[in-house]
Structures are given as structure tokens and as C-alpha cells.
């Protein structure tokens, strides 16, 4: 990452169309696009054309991107462009989506209002993919050692004391460690996570 760039978000870098910033936040983002797809009974390449469609649905969106109320959210966002894009695709294939229940099911499937999605409906698993996803991002920055402590202490739960004894540093110094990588994930995808 260039010098000075550092406490820009990645956000705001994928509105200033910075090629890297969007490399990482499709790398963050269409796993999870994917999993939404398959969710909702798309298979192979018509899952793989609605997620470049939401993509660029993005690209050309994603000034219009705003946190305005408690609960609003990128993910949240993403997901109603995604079923947006989804219902397009059914439309122009003439295919009905699947749903369970014949077709008074599908009908009210269809019916739905986009601010009933939410980002608690997504399964734990593809969130915790996500913010691994996220963690990759801004490993690189980090020396070994502090990243070690981090993740002992915010992923496996350890106790500051406990890693501090099996890495040869002080509780204090773990907690730093810990706070240092929080902190540079949330001034680089705070935004994106929240």
C-alpha cells in the first residue's frame, strides 16, 4: 500500500475507483455473493453471471452506499442489490426462483420488501468467512509476532496472560498487539463490517 494511504478506508478508495481497493473488496464480498446464489437455488454460471452483475450494480452504486440508520450496513446493502440482480435474472430466463410451497410461496417470496433483509439472516459460518476474509487483508502488515498475539487473543480466545507466558511477552504487550490489528481493521473495512 502506498505511503499516505494507509488511513484511508477501503471504501472510500473503491468510490475513488483505486483498482486495488476493489480487487480487495471483491475479494471480500463474492464469497459470500455466491453463498446468497446458491441460497436462493442458482447452480454454476447463471450464479456466476448475477454476482458479476451485482458487482458492477456496485461499481456504479456505490456512492449511494450511506450508514444513515441504526442497523444499515454494506452487507445489508450487497444483499438486496444481490436478490435485486437474482429476481432480474429469473425474469429474463422466465425462470420462477425455488421455493418450497408451490406457488403461493414463490409469490410471496417475490413479494417481500427488501428492508426485511438482514444481516443477521446471513448463517454464522459465512459471516465468520467474511471477517477471515478481511483479516487476510491486513495480515501483511503486521510482523508475526504481534499478529500471533492478536490472534491467539481475539480468534481463540485466549487470555492476554495466557499468550503473553507462551510468547514470551507481557500481558500488556499482548493487549497492544491485539488493539493494533482491531484498530487497523476497523480504519481500513469499519464500513464495510459494521
Same mark, same amino acid.
Given at each position: 500500500?502506498?505511503?499516505? !494511504?494507509?488511513?484511508?478506508?477501503?471504501?472510500?478508495?473503491?468510490?475513488?475507483?483505486?483498482?486495488?481497493?476493489?480487487?480487495? $473488496?471483491?475479494? $471480500?464480498?463474492?464469497?459470500?455473493?455466491?453463498?446468497?446464489?446458491? !441460497?436462493?437455488?442458482?447452480?454454476?454460471?447463471?450464479?456466476?453471471?448475477?454476482? +458479476?452483475?451485482?458487482?458492477?450494480?456496485?461499481?456504479? #452504486?456505490? =456512492?449511494?452506499?450511506?450508514? &444513515?440508520?441504526?442497523? &444499515? !450496513?454494506?452487507?445489508?446493502?450487497?444483499?438486496?442489490?444481490?436478490?435485486?440482480?437474482?429476481?432480474? #435474472?429469473?425474469?429474463? /430466463?422466465?425462470? +420462477?426462483?425455488?421455493?418450497?410451497?408451490?406457488?403461493?410461496?414463490?409469490?410471496?417470496?417475490?413479494?417481500?420488501?427488501?428492508?426485511?433483509?438482514?444481516?443477521? &439472516?446471513?448463517?454464522?459460518?459465512?459471516?465468520?468467512?467474511?471477517?477471515?476474509?478481511?483479516?487476510?487483508?491486513?495480515? !501483511?502488515?503486521?510482523? /508475526?509476532?504481534?499478529?500471533?498475539?492478536?490472534?491467539?487473543?481475539?480468534?481463540?480466545?485466549?487470555?492476554?496472560?495466557?499468550?503473553?507466558?507462551?510468547?514470551?511477552?507481557?500481558?500488556?504487550?499482548?493487549?497492544?498487539?491485539?488493539?493494533?490489528?482491531?484498530?487497523?481493521?476497523?480504519? =481500513?473495512?469499519? /464500513?464495510? $463490517?459494521?
Amino acid at each position: 500500500m502506498p505511503e499516505g !494511504s494507509t488511513s484511508l478506508s477501503l471504501l472510500k478508495r473503491v468510490r475513488e475507483r483505486n483498482p486495488e481497493a476493489w480487487d480487495r $473488496l471483491v475479494f $471480500l464480498y463474492a464469497p459470500l455473493v455466491h453463498h446468497w446464489c446458491q !441460497s436462493w437455488g442458482m447452480q454454476g454460471a447463471d450464479a456466476d453471471d448475477v454476482r +458479476q452483475e451485482v458487482f458492477q450494480a456496485v461499481s456504479r #452504486h456505490v =456512492e449511494q452506499f450511506r450508514r &444513515d440508520r441504526a442497523g &444499515d !450496513s454494506f452487507r445489508g446493502w450487497l444483499r438486496v442489490i444481490a436478490r435485486r440482480k437474482f429476481l432480474d #435474472h429469473c425474469r429474463r /430466463e422466465n425462470v +420462477q426462483p425455488q421455493a418450497q410451497g408451490g406457488s403461493d410461496a414463490n409469490l410471496l417470496l417475490q413479494n417481500i420488501p427488501d428492508e426485511v433483509i438482514r444481516d443477521d &439472516d446471513d448463517p454464522p459460518q459465512q459471516v465468520q468467512s467474511l471477517h477471515h476474509r478481511a483479516l487476510e487483508l491486513v495480515r !501483511s502488515q503486521f510482523e /508475526e509476532k504481534t499478529w500471533q498475539a492478536f490472534w491467539r487473543c481475539a480468534v481463540e480466545g485466549q487470555s492476554p496472560l495466557e499468550v503473553g507466558e507462551a510468547m514470551h511477552m507481557s500481558p500488556a504487550a499482548v493487549r497492544k498487539a491485539k488493539s493494533r490489528v482491531l484498530h487497523r481493521l476497523k480504519q =481500513e473495512l469499519g /464500513e464495510l $463490517l459494521g
